[in-house]
């Protein structure tokens, strides 16, 4: 199956810092979903990207997909920005899988 | 338009005792997902629905079982509960079989004593 590596694994930022959380897959995905799960295990829906870039306000998103590669952007983090992010890829029978995701602590 | 729900959303049980998880997708969507997610890991694939059939089924033994109803809401069954079953259990539901973004419940959190 495909293998997907995110990196970081852990992360600890002062609030108002950048940061760039990367996911690495080993094979042509057609689907690529970033999550984020807070500290009550909620997983909220950031970006649909299986290929170009998107923008939600203080978060974007860019996959390389011939390069097999997916880039989270968050600028001015906030300390409700803690928790983990995750990626999910997902070959021709969309059964995806998730890499074992950042964990990012924002300090006030 | 209510999201996908999930119930319980906790749950305790002992060794050897059988579980019935429940799940109702986002109105419109026709496919449910189950996921099993243990502390420290990411969301480990368990079974795909679509139109009351099984599309995916992940490495997990024949304990896990999962139907579809024709309302598009799905049960997941564990029998002979082990320790290690113990775990966040998601459900996701997504308008169709691939290509679409998928959208998780706040999932039932399931603790084996």
């Known amino acids: 199956g495909i293998q997907v590596e995110q990196s970081p694994p852990d992360l600890i930022l002062q609030e108002g810092a950048n940061s760039t959380l990367r996911c690495n897959f080993s094979?042509?995905?057609?689907?690529l979903q970033w999550f984020h799960q807070n500290p009550w295990g909620q997983l909220i829906n950031l970006f649909y990207?299986?290929?170009g870039t998107k923008q939600n306000g203080r978060l974007s998103a860019t996959t390389v997909a011939t390069e097999r590669y997916s880039l989270l952007y968050i600028s001015s983090s906030q300390t409700t920005d803690s928790g983990v992010y995750f990626c999910?890829?997902?070959?021709?029978?969309?059964?995806?899988?998730f890499g074992r995701g950042t964990s990012l602590i924002v300090h006030p | 338009d209510a999201g996908v729900t999930q119930s319980p959303t906790h749950l305790i049980k002992t060794r050897g005792q059988h579980v019935t998880l429940r799940c109702s997708p986002i109105?419109?969507?026709?496919?449910v997902s189950w996921y099993q997610q243990v502390l420290g890991q990411g969301p480990q694939f368990i079974f795909q629905?679509?139109?009351?059939?099984?599309?995916g089924r992940g490495n997990f033994p024949d304990r896990f079982s999962a139907r579809q109803f024709p309302n598009y809401s799905s049960e997941l069954n564990v029998n002979a509960l082990l320790l290690g079953d113990s775990a966040l259990y998601l459900c996701?539901?997504?308008?169709?079989?691939?290509?679409?973004?998928?959208?998780f419940g706040d999932g039932t959190r399931l603790s084996i004593l």
């Open positions: 629905y679509y139109e009351k059939e099984e599309r």
């Open positions: 094979d042509s995905v057609n689907n």
């Open positions: 109105s419109g969507h026709k496919s």
């Open positions: 999910a890829v997902g070959g021709g029978s969309y059964i995806p899988t």
């Open positions: 990207i299986p290929s």
């Open positions: 996701a539901s997504s308008s169709r079989v691939g290509g679409q973004p998928q959208h």
